[in-house]
């Protein structure tokens, strides 16, 4: 059965997912495809054979839709998501799940109230190999109990618009996912550090940063955000547990040796480092949905959590203290092996 | 479009196939199924909701079936590829094409008198990411002209039934395949040195085995077959050039560090090494005939020249002696970029 | 011209310095030897043949003693050095220099009245190749300015007299004394986190911790100190620069692939992993001195400035909070190139 | 007590060794020095206080020459290791023993009526670190019983005077000693292949070269000698045994992330892969001679098994075929084990 997925949201990663939907997962389609520009819909549709739709709410209407994929602008998230729900569709939608707290609780409440997980979250680095490897090494125990993880989330050069705000909500919130994710644990509080800034940055943003995260267990969070690092897109993650560590590897390339070294290329953007995670992500996404089953990837809690957590890392970093994580209880509904 | 695929012979690569054009690839479906134990077929095809035919020839007859997957014995590959030929239908042969250099040649012939290409001969190594990027530097003269490769080939173990031979014609196939179109290049003789054998192996069987190439540029290729080598599936290459070289990368593993010892490990067989060439090497299959394009990967020329390389190898591994490669000369049809 | 070198201690550290200079080292030779434990030094100074001097005062006095090598309980430290001082004899103390900062002032005072360096502290990392190159390439500007400095220092177990301060004051003092140097920089405060302790260790002791500090040009340096990590002694250091980084390199140790894994062995102490360095160290000392030198490795300044900075991390572990580092002015006897 | 070396050569070879034993090695003074060139013999003596002796027979009679170390043009080692000998004096000679197998057995012939081991070869190779844990994963089992060896010797450049018989007698021969050495087996047959040889190289000389060597147990050994590689000084040795591999480590060198890529310098000589062996190897030598011992680094023995091998490697290269080493019975003086 082939699933036929609508698409809110034409812009450069839409289009990427349009492409990935139509031509790399198996058993999708994508049938219709809205934007806020109505000509780029309709480009990008006519090009898949899809129905380009006024809008989000006509998408999602559509008997054509199965499920639909949110990859509009940030703040309309909420209400695309939340009218998924209230059309009872599947609904994939790219990080953040809503901009603020609030509109992810109000998500996560109707989820609940609608009984069955609608919702799955676009956080692409549990799909990835080496975090899943990882994974499996600490769900077995290879390295003991997790004390410390350190970590890194290097890109090349950001533009201008980027501020010292994104530094938590758009860039380690990927981090605060899958490290939620990876130790099974909560994240409960947030510092945030500012080493001397590079000079190659625009002068309003705050770069680098060191965040360090507390779990509930304890483990200690050490996340240097760096976006401006010039030499690529560079992600580092090691855990240390009471009898061992464990370190991400780096993506497998070609050593050339010449000149008077031996050269090894770094990737240059997420989309080159982790390209296969999005397609594994999508793949398992599109065949849960086809079996009929509830998506097992990033729930709305999870989304809710990232976003509370990165707000808390973002006060961490106007107030220059020690910022407690204040979250909600988890609803049974999200607990782990509930669904 | 879909491109709807028939596979000859449902063992465990055949299977697997299916999984693949089943689950992952994108625009593919399997109808029909066969094999010479009905009751396999039969079981196979249902579980795709495939017609199970009765043989080679009725599936490819079928006009549910735009390409056929040549997956059975390999002594049984010529008839179903000359009969897929026959029907004007594209064919993707497992390896070998066939088992003796005058039935691939008969291949050869009977697809330039059709006047396509219909034929792809399954090296999936070509379609593995690092021996990609090796290609481009050696493409790109980052290393020079190329003098000599150094190569591995191990296998963890392999049961009675492989014998000396296979070490060339099974094992060694793939490295002569993947060396002729890493170095545009032609292999021109063969020698095979045989060291102390390893205790841990059947007794009839010659492990390890080191073949010595030579291509019509003078490149020098050495490679190490090692099938019982206990510790893993391994596979090393090295390409040294006048200015540099190049090795292909070790598999993306994690770094585990515990005891005394920093711990990576090895992949234990060609599945989990290659599975990701095998899932890009049938998505760009499928995508090349569903555009209407004649297939772009390893041609009935190249099933023809591995199946002469090899044979030569098995000579000189008989003989002692350097052994001359006879091969015919390259038609026009089948020259680079012809096609 | 040979240096004869008078060792005041000859504990495990002492013995080792005395087999250095005795085997190892070129142009030195020990000529006196004290400990508290008359027996021990008696045992010490025959076996190479020196005089075995009552107590320090008496060693110090020797006129065969050109060069005090000070090995002995640290509280002892500071009045070996200034009696050395007091002889206008050069002396290298094992770190600490002493264990109070106002004792290291006093040797600071002592060693700028006598108007010429004459003392030396055991920071051998100065001496590791690499770092080395680490601070080579910094030097350079290859990673331009730098802003953080990623460390760990792991052993695999401590005995039950190891305390929580001592991870500062015996273990973190080898990262401040080399950061210090790497950077030509200043420590200017200190904040310690602590992570869930391990189970491995003794109840009493804080383990692991997470040193973050400051410098007065604003890189942050994060330490993880870990004791008891069970695997071995682990040094990382991993410097981030404004257009790189640069990262210690792991000792060179062969890769052996067995099992279903390649293993590289990791260090199990300090003395296998800094041997070299302790060797290149003790050389340049004796050559300087035998050439009528200043020593040129780290100054009574350096041990007073590691003493003082970490004394703040432990002023940090035990309040949780950031605490400045207050430290005398630079006398410009110390200044950098004035001697 | 110090042992007295008397130099016969004092070109860059010998001048780097006085050095060595003048500022590295402990126990150890040149006492004498003498060249063809007296000038130069002249410089070198007075820099270190040694006498400038007329010849190596004067230097050889010295009463302060305790030990002799030959550093001279190769034609000249058999005759003064001979002198040596005659006198009764332990003699380093660097390599070769001599050039000429008959010379080098005129030199065995004299220690054993002589009745004790004089003489060591200058093969450093045995004193690297990597080496020596090779040495012992290979006799400690981990790997099981060798099969095959894999190695590379690679030069940037070499001068015009480089001559194709100099590819095995002056480049292969440290790999002929160490492998030898390494797997305690005796190297019967040597071939030589000849790659498209590079064009950046003068004319006369072939190269790379592949020498093919098997063994007494039936080991087979690939060495890539390639002396005009650009890149750098490169020795790779990866060996393989019935249960596993073990590879040489690359020297531990900085991991420099800038550009768009992971950088780690090759080594561009000997002097900088090797220079600790080098000092490893004089201070065991040095050692031994003051402990009265016989010298236990490569015997006259493996001189001439070397320059046998090497000559065979010669004839290989020059006719193109499998040429067998033709070597004298291993005299029990030289016995493993036996002194
Ligand atoms: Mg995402
Ligand atoms: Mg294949
Ligand atoms: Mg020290
Ligand atoms: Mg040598």
């Not at 839709?65 to 009872?88: K, N, R």
């Not at 079996?291 to 999870?302: H, M, Q, Y």
Request: aromatic share 6%; net charge negative.
């Amino acid at each position: 059965m082939t699933v036929r997925v609508g698409v809110i949201g034409a812009g450069m990663i839409g289009q990427d997912h349009v492409r990935r939907l139509t031509e790399v997962v198996h058993g999708a389609e994508v049938t219709a495809v809205t934007d806020l520009d109505a000509e780029r819909a309709a480009t990008v549709a006519a090009a898949v054979g899809a129905w380009a739709a006024a809008d989000g709410a006509e998408l999602i209407g559509l008997s054509e839709v199965d499920a639909v994929l949110v990859t509009s602008w940030g703040p309309t998230h909420a209400e695309h998501v939340l009218a998924a729900i209230a059309a009872g569709k599947p609904v994939f939608c790219e990080k953040p799940l809503a901009t603020t707290a609030e509109d992810c609780l109000r998500i996560v409440e109707a989820e609940i109230a609608y009984g069955r997980r609608l919702v799955q979250v676009g956080f692409m680095r549990r799909y990835d190999a080496g975090y899943r490897e990882l994974k499996r090494v600490l769900d077995a125990g290879e390295i003991g109990t997790p004390l410390m993880v350190h970590c890194a989330h290097r890109n090349p050069t950001v533009p201008e618009s980027y501020h010292s705000e994104m530094a938590a909500q758009d860039t380690a919130v990927h981090e605060i996912d899958v490290l939620r994710w990876l130790l099974s644990d909560e994240i409960v509080s947030a510092q945030v550090i500012t080493p001397r800034p590079t000079a190659k940055r625009f002068e309003h943003l705050r770069d680098p940063q060191i965040m360090l995260f507390e779990t509930a267990a304890g483990v200690r969070i050490d996340l240097e955000v760096f976006v401006n690092c010039q030499y690529g897109y560079d992600i580092q993650c090691e855990t240390v547990g009471e009898t061992g560590l464990a370190r991400l590897p780096e993506p497998a390339r070609l050593a050339v040796r010449s000149g008077d070294a031996t050269r090894v290329a770094v990737p240059q953007d997420w989309k080159e480092r982790f390209g296969a995670a999005f397609d594994v992500e999508f793949q398992e996404w599109i065949d849960t949905l086809a079996a009929g089953g509830e998506p097992t990837g990033p729930s709305s809690w999870d989304g809710y959590a990232a976003t509370v957590i990165s707000d808390a890392a973002v006060e961490a970093l106007k107030s220059g203290r020690v910022v407690g994580v204040t979250m909600k209880d988890r609803p049974a509904f999200y607990a782990e092996g509930a669904r």
